[in-house]
C-alpha cells in the first residue's frame, strides 16, 4: 500500500485514526472504527481554527500542519481521487467544516477548478474564509457555469450586494447568459419586499443620523403638497444607480411619483438639467418604492433606459400613460390593486413576462406596442376590451389568451405579430374591427402567418374567421 503520509512521531503520539484517514487505509479505518476510536479533542480543534506558527511542539498542531501539506502534494501532484476521499472522509470524521487557508490554493488554479475538487473544498472548508467574489468572477471570466451552480449552492449570493454585484459585473463582461442565470436566481430566491424594507432602514439610519436629514432629502427629492398633506415626487435629482425612495420626507408621507419624475427624456422634464435625465436614462438600474404609494403618474419612468427592476406596491390602482415606456424591465408582476393600464403604459419595453392581476379591468391604446420579447399573454376575466394597437409589433408573441366576457378587439391590435401561433377567441366576442393598409382591407391577423386560432361552433369569431380566411379550430376539438 502507497504511503500518502509521513507522521511526525518526534512530537508525540500518533493519533492512529487520524493516519489511516490519511493512508487511505481502510482497513485500519474499519478496525479502528469498530473499537470505537475518534479524532482527540487537540487534532479537531487544529483542524478547525487557525494553527498558525508556534515554538511550543504540540500533537494537534504538527498533524495539522501534516494534513495540508499532504492534501496540497496530493493536488499538485494530480491525485484528485486522493485528494476528494481524504478531504471528505477528515471532514466526515471532525463533524465541522475544517480551517481555510489561503494556501488551499497552493497556486493550482486550474486543478482547483476542477469541478469535482472545487466542489469538495466548499463542502469540506469553513466558507467564511473562501474569497468568494474572487471565484464567482473566475466563474463568469471563464464560462463556468457549473462553479457557479456549485457556489449558488453554498449560499454564496445569498447576500443581497453580493448577488447584485456579480449580475452588474456580468453585465459589464457582456455575460449575457450569466445574467440571465443570475437574474433568474433573484426572481426565484429574492425576497424583494425585505431587500427593499432593509434599503429603506439603512437610508433612514443615515439620513437619521444628520441633524439636517430633511434638508438633505430635499436636496435629493423635488415634492409638491397634495390636497390630502401628503406628499407627491416630482423629481429625483440624486446620483444614485440604485434608487430607493423615502415612505416619508420630514412628517410628511410619500403616496405618489409625479409626472417624469424618473423621466430620462429631458425634454419631458421641467427645470431639470439635461445631464440629471442623461443619468436617469444611462445609470438609474433600481427603484425601491415604499408601500405608501399609491399613485405612479404619467412618463414616471420614461426613457430610463437601463431600469431593469422597481417594485409596484398594492395600492396603485393606475399605469399611467407611458409610465414605464422604454425601460430595460423584462419581468413585471402588477398587483391586485392594479385596475386599468393606460395608453402606451408599457410599450418599447423589454419585458419578457408581465404577470396580469385579476383585478385589471383596462388595457389602454398600444399598451404593449412594441413589447418586442413578450411571448405570451393571458388577459383577466374583466376585461372587456382590445383596444387599438395593443399589441401591435409584439414580434416574438405566440400566444394569447382571451377570457370569456372579452366583446371587442379593436383595429390593429395584433398588427405585425409574425409569430403568433395560437389564440383562443371567446364566444362573447361581439365585434372585430378591421383595418386599411395602403387603402386595403387589413383583417385583425394579416401579420400572423403561423395563427390557427380557436373558436366556438357558431360563434360571431367563427364567421370572422372564416369570412376573412383566418385559419381556425374549434375548441372542442383541441
Given at each position: 500500500m502507497t504511503k500518502h503520509y509521513s507522521l511526525q512521531t518526534e512530537y508525540g503520539a500518533a493519533d492512529e485514526l487520524f493516519k489511516a484517514i490519511m493512508d487511505a487505509d481502510d482497513g485500519a479505518y474499519s478496525r479502528l472504527k469498530k473499537s470505537g476510536a475518534v479524532l482527540s479533542d487537540e487534532v479537531k480543534h487544529a483542524l478547525t481554527h487557525s494553527t498558525g506558527t508556534r515554538t511550543k511542539p504540540e500533537e494537534g498542531h504538527y498533524i495539522a500542519i501534516d494534513f495540508e501539506g499532504t492534501i496540497q502534494r496530493a493536488l499538485m501532484d494530480g491525485r484528485l481521487d486522493y485528494f476528494v476521499s481524504t478531504l471528505r472522509a477528515m471532514r466526515r470524521e471532525v463533524g465541522e467544516p475544517l480551517y481555510f487557508t489561503n494556501s488551499a490554493y497552493w497556486g493550482c488554479t486550474d486543478i482547483f477548478y476542477d469541478r469535482a475538487v472545487f466542489e469538495c473544498i466548499l463542502d469540506c472548508f469553513d466558507n467564511r474564509k473562501i474569497n468568494?467574489?474572487?471565484?464567482?468572477?473566475?466563474?463568469?471570466?471563464?464560462?463556468r457555469f457549473d462553479l457557479l451552480e456549485i457556489a449558488t449552492a453554498h449560499d454564496w449570493l445569498k447576500m443581497p450586494r453580493k448577488r447584485d454585484e456579480m449580475i452588474a459585473y456580468a453585465e459589464s463582461k457582456g455575460k449575457t447568459e450569466f445574467v440571465a442565470y443570475l437574474l433568474d436566481f433573484k426572481n426565484r430566491t429574492a425576497d424583494l419586499a425585505a431587500e427593499r424594507e432593509r434599503a429603506e432602514k439603512r437610508m433612514l439610519?443615515?439620513?437619521?443620523?444628520?441633524?439636517?436629514?430633511?434638508?438633505?432629502?430635499?436636496?435629493?427629492?423635488?415634492?409638491?403638497?397634495?390636497?390630502?398633506?401628503?406628499?407627491?415626487?416630482?423629481?429625483?435629482?440624486?446620483?444614485?444607480?440604485e434608487v430607493a425612495v423615502p415612505e416619508k420626507i420630514g412628517k410628511d408621507t410619500v403616496t405618489s411619483i409625479g409626472s417624469a419624475a424618473f423621466s430620462g427624456a429631458w425634454y419631458l422634464s421641467k427645470r431639470i438639467a439635461k445631464e440629471v435625465c442623461e443619468f436617469r436614462e444611462k445609470s438609474i438600474t433600481k427603484i425601491t418604492l415604499p408601500e405608501t404609494i399609491t399613485t405612479i403618474g404619467e412618463y414616471a419612468f420614461y426613457y430610463c433606459r437601463s431600469l431593469k427592476e422597481v417594485n409596484i406596491p398594492n395600492g396603485v390602482k393606475v399605469i399611467e400613460n407611458s409610465a414605464f415606456r422604454q425601460t430595460a424591465i423584462d419581468v413585471l408582476e402588477l398587483p391586485g390593486s392594479v385596475e386599468r393600464l393606460a395608453d402606451y403604459s408599457l410599450s418599447v419595453g423589454n419585458f419578457k413576462e408581465v404577470k396580469l392581476p385579476q383585478s385589471l379591468a383596462e388595457i389602454g391604446k398600444s399598451a404593449f406596442q412594441m413589447c418586442e420579447y413578450l411571448e405570451k399573454i393571458e388577459i383577466p376575466a374583466r376585461v372587456k376590451e382590445i383596444l387599438q394597437g395593443a399589441f401591435w409589433r409584439c414580434v416574438k408573441l405566440k400566444e394569447v389568451a382571451l377570457p370569456e366576457g372579452i366583446e371587442t378587439i379593436k383595429?390593429?391590435?395584433?398588427?405585425?405579430?409574425?409569430?403568433?401561433?395560437?389564440?383562443?377567441?371567446?364566444?362573447?366576442?361581439?365585434?372585430?374591427?378591421?383595418?386599411?393598409?395602403?387603402?386595403?382591407?387589413?383583417?385583425?391577423?394579416?401579420?400572423?402567418?403561423?395563427?390557427?386560432?380557436?373558436?366556438?361552433?357558431?360563434?360571431?369569431?367563427?364567421?370572422?374567421?372564416?369570412?376573412?380566411?383566418i385559419a381556425y379550430k374549434y375548441k372542442e376539438d383541441k
Open positions: 468568494k467574489k474572487q471565484n464567482m468572477i473566475y466563474a463568469i471570466d471563464n464560462d439610519r443615515k439620513l437619521n443620523a444628520d441633524p439636517n436629514s430633511v434638508t438633505e432629502l430635499k436636496k435629493i427629492w423635488r415634492t409638491k403638497k397634495l390636497e390630502d398633506g401628503r406628499l407627491e415626487i416630482t423629481s429625483y435629482k440624486g446620483d444614485q444607480t383595429a390593429r391590435a395584433f398588427w405585425e405579430c409574425p409569430e403568433l401561433e395560437t389564440i383562443n377567441l371567446p364566444a362573447s366576442i361581439k365585434k372585430i374591427e378591421n383595418f386599411k393598409r395602403d387603402g386595403k382591407p387589413q383583417h385583425i391577423f394579416a401579420d400572423s402567418p403561423k395563427l390557427t386560432a380557436a373558436v366556438e361552433r357558431g360563434s360571431y369569431a367563427e364567421k370572422y374567421c372564416a369570412k376573412n380566411n
